[in-house]
């Protein structure tokens, strides 16, 4: 392929970027999520009698009628195989309550046979059932009663809360409260639903479970019984700790975290506990979730966050990546606008890991309170260049790294969002999505990304304890194949794509056997256009599943990795640099949802990859030209 044809590419690439940079310096793309946020948002706008919202609820009713397919269901994502019931149940509700669309409609009776031949709301996932529960949608069920005295079991006992994850804390928090209440919001003009309630009887295999001497997770339910049975001034006391701990943790904005779904919950959390619905704490957090719809495009979303610093932050490192220098206005600007989101107070990530100064870096703009690793090292990545001569940068990054190194997990690699949060046990609890959610245990994905990080940016060498821990959890989490699981990303050619880049920055030789095992893998998935393609449905069976299609940053991610590996010169770089190259291609190729949120429920459309990641494989590969002619 003619050199001079992807030079070209690339400064166009490079162009449009730039382009897309705010005053800020910073680059805003939409993080579309599921359904489910534009569908809460209608909901709760109705029973809070939001009328200053109207103009927005209308948009997103839009948005939900046209997102459903004319079999009368909704999906998580384009090739799911049937409908998805839980989207299908949640959007339906929502557009029956916001009155602009009849239950006699055409569309709207398919969807009813379509949730109650798969069961009706029983078979909702738990936080559909919860939040129509709340509504008073659906009657609360045998749900598991956690008694809130659970939160004041210090850390270092045993069984504590924050054995959970981040994201499960601060989720589950305001469920608890809601849920131990059987608290119902009182709402005029509310949809019935009864003609959807096959059954509504979810929860007792649950509890058998729990009861079961057998179950693994049993001792830790006779410990919450134990509790349960403690003094109710005790019990009340973790009430108060409950809200505090809500509290403490809202953004300026008025979310929760930053996250819409937990700010919905937070909202009829706090109504449980006797708050007014015109109270200034719910009426910020809906002026903060209304702020999160997104009105470009054809239709208008409520992003569950913004991923501005991510986008930022990839952007910013992109384009360097492509030549472009930190002098450059664009760039500095770009550092500018990270430097100003650094963290700089303690989190809940400080409980596992004490003694470590901030300075990470969050998903969102409005994040102050939870940041993670992979935005971490992405912003580090950008700052890299500009703090070799820039003694306030320099100190920024060097921050950053010290925090990202002390957020290594005792196996050697990293997770998400805090440090040794992988009790196994927990992936045990009798809910959807434990596994994906209940712990945050190390990844291929995450340890392989910070491992380039170390490598390729910090300076760090393979003898270093770091390094040499993480390359060694790495090799051993390969999957038989040659290929390994990304956690945030669809899903097996993400990973392999992380892990192959980190081992190679690590130091890894392209002749060992785990490096060629993965691009032999990667080879052999390979589609006949060039590209590769990967579907959502991976996440859900553990097993790599084709696309019928190739999307541009799963291409990209596999040439990345290839020409990491080695294999520049290789029939499969050269014939997937023309798949990125090749105009008019299928829209799904950009569009198509490569992000996990969680797996079976809530999958990303990050409508910065499609520019972000092959413009990275094209540079990674002209690189690698050039290296290999100095030599």
Known sequence: METELIVREQKRRVAELASLQHKDGSFRFRFQGSLMTDAFFIITCRALDMKTEEENIKLL?????????????????????????????IAYTALLYSGYVNRSDENMKKAKSFIVTNGGISKAHFMIRWM??????????????????????????????????????????????????KFTIKAKNKPNLSDLHIRNDEASPAIEYLEDERSPFSFVWKEMKRIGKWPSYLHQLGYYYAEKYILDRLEEDGTLYSYASATFFMIYGLLSLGYRKDSPVIQKAMSGLSALIDKTGTHAHLENSTSTVWDTALISYSLQEAGCLPSDDFISKSVDYLLKKQHTKLGDWHVHNKGTSPGGWGFSD????????DDTSAALRALTRSAANNKVIHEAWQRGTNFLLSMQNKDGGWGAFEKNTDWELLQHVPIENAKDAAVDPSTPDLTGRVLEYLGNFAGLTENHPHLKDSVQWLL??????????????????????????????????????????????????????????ESCRSSEKRTFIALPFSTD????????????????????????????????????????????????QFYIH??????????????????SLKNTHSV
């Open 61 to 89: 009713v839009d948005s939900l009628k046209a997102s459903q397919q004319k079999e009368g269901y909704w999906k998580a994502y384009q090739d799911e195989p049937n409908g998805h019931l839980s989207a299908t149940i």
């Open 606 to 623: 990050y409508h910065s990859y499609s520019k972000i990641y092959p413009l990275l494989a094209i540079s990674h590969y002209l690189q």
């Open 132 to 181: 129509l529960s709340v509504n008073g949608l659906y009657p609360w069920s045998k749900m598991i009663y956690v008694p809130m005295t659970f939160l004041l079991l210090p850390s270092f006992q045993p069984v504590n809360f924050f054995q959970f994850s981040a994201y499960a804390r601060i989720h589950f928090i305001p469920m608890l409260l809601a849920s131990n209440k």
């Open 553 to 600: 940053s799963q291409t990209a991610w596999a040439i990345d990795a290839l020409v990491a590996a080695g294999e520049s010169k290789s029939e499969a770089v050269t014939k997937g640099l023309k798949f990125l190259l090749t105009a008019n291609k299928n829209t799904l190729s950009s569009t198509y949802p490569t992000g996990i949120g969680l797996p079976g």
């Open 476 to 533: 051993n989490n390969q999957e038989k194949d040659g290929s390994w699981y990304g956690r945030w990303g669809v899903c097996y050619i993400y990973g392999t794509w992380a892990a192959i880049t980190g081992l190679r920055a690590a130091g890894l030789s392209k002749k060992h056997a785990s490096i060629e095992k993965g691009v032999k893998w990667l080879k052999s998935i390979q589609r006949q256009d060039g590209g590769w393609g």
């Open 366 to 373: 409005i994040n102050t309170n939870n940041p993670d690793n």
